[in-house]
């Protein structure tokens, strides 16, 4: 209904725990190739997972024997992407994930996406039952992530949908409240990073972020993500950034480049434009070397090839979507 201007998240349970740090880095298909493998440490800390959808795909395919279509889609499997850690078993899943990555010496890079109201009852509904849930949920994930290394994206479209009126105006308060409080929370954690999401390029009034931003604790966070789940360029998310980030005390921020590479769609029904956009393509790859310094990082915090819901002929928000995947990674140059 808003996705014209405000990026769509997604979630999708993940089993991780024992089994995955027995899998650590060394899955691969039956030839021996690695459907997923570790990014340089330099230029791209973040952690990729071999059990990750892509890389199933991709081992999938093999199989099958088609390699062209598991060569497309190791673009995708050979990226750190995020991992949006599900409401149930949050402890265990953040303990998971950030336990692999630090036994192959990388950041795990988390999203946290279980607001109350989430979504206003659209595609990606749901979230926490109340404000003590949420708050007991996110204690869990710090619990989880202990002392290892993470970067976590929080909550994308919690503030724009404080602003765009989207979320009714009796539960604003509690919003402001829970994430200025989930911020404070990750924060105790002595290696967590924390990226408040602060939308997209393409929304319609930027000016009016500024003092939400601040009333839902961007001052504690290590900065804001734009673009999550989003089509706005990169250089237009450099510049909106840059913008932002002056009006709320030069934080830094990161950028969803997952599938910006031909930028936005604009063609069909313009309330629905953001949903599995035909024509769109892979973006600039993970890096933290961006040229730019109040940049951070180019991060994939929406996972490539996973629905953004029932639209368009897809299924329902986070599920992978192959012909989707397929589709992106053929589009990117």
């Known amino acids: 209904m808003y996705g014209s201007h405000v990026g769509r998240a997604c979630w999708t349970a993940v089993a991780v725990g024992a089994a995955l740090l027995a899998a ?27 059990e990750g959808n892509a890389a199933k795909q991709v081992a999938s395919y093999l199989d099958d024997g088609d390699d062209k279509n598991a060569e497309l889609i190791r673009k995708i499997a050979a990226q750190p992407v995020g991992e949006w850690i599900g409401p149930d078993n949050p402890e265990d899943e953040a303990k998971g994930y950030t336990e692999a990555a630090a036994k192959a010496d990388r ?31 996110v204690d869990k994930v710090a619990k989880g992530i202990g002392d290892r290394r993470a970067t976590v994206v929080l909550e994308p479209d919690a503030v724009l949908h404080l602003v765009d009126g989207c979320t009714p105006a009796e539960y604003h308060e509690e919003r402001f409240d829970l994430l200025k409080g989930a911020i404070e929370r ?35 966070a290590d900065g804001f ?80 090839g996973e629905s953004d819901g029932d639209c368009k002929g897809g299924p329902k928000a986070g599920d992978w979507y192959p012909r989707y995947a397929l589709e992106l990674a053929r589009n990117t140059k």
């Open 24 to 50: 650590g880095c060394s899955s691969s298909d039956g030839d021996g190739a690695k459907p997923a493998a570790q990014q340089p440490k330099a230029t791209d800390p973040y952690w990729v997972n071999p």
């Open 107 to 137: 950041d795990a890079l988390l999203v946290l996406y279980n607001i109350p109201h989430r979504d206003c009852g659209q595609f990606s509904k749901g979230g926490a039952a109340d404000g003590d849930a949420y708050r007991a949920w």
């Open 186 to 220: 990750l924060k105790k954690q002595p290696a967590t990073k924390v990226y408040l999401d602060a939308g997209n390029a393409g929304w319609a009034d930027p000016d009016s972020l500024p003092e939400p931003l601040a009333r839902a604790g961007i001052g504690k």
């Open 225 to 304: 993500a734009v673009n999550v789940s989003n089509f706005q360029t990169t250089g237009a998310s450099k510049d909106y950034g840059h913008k932002l980030s002056a009006k709320v005390g030069g934080k830094h921020f990161v950028i969803d480049t997952s599938r910006n590479g031909n930028g936005p769609y604009t063609e069909g029904d313009p309330k629905e434009n953001w949903c599995n956009p035909p024509g769109r393509a892979l973006g600039d790859v993970p890096t933290t070397k961006t040229g730019d310094p109040l940049v951070d990082a180019y991060l994939w915090v929406k996972r490539p």
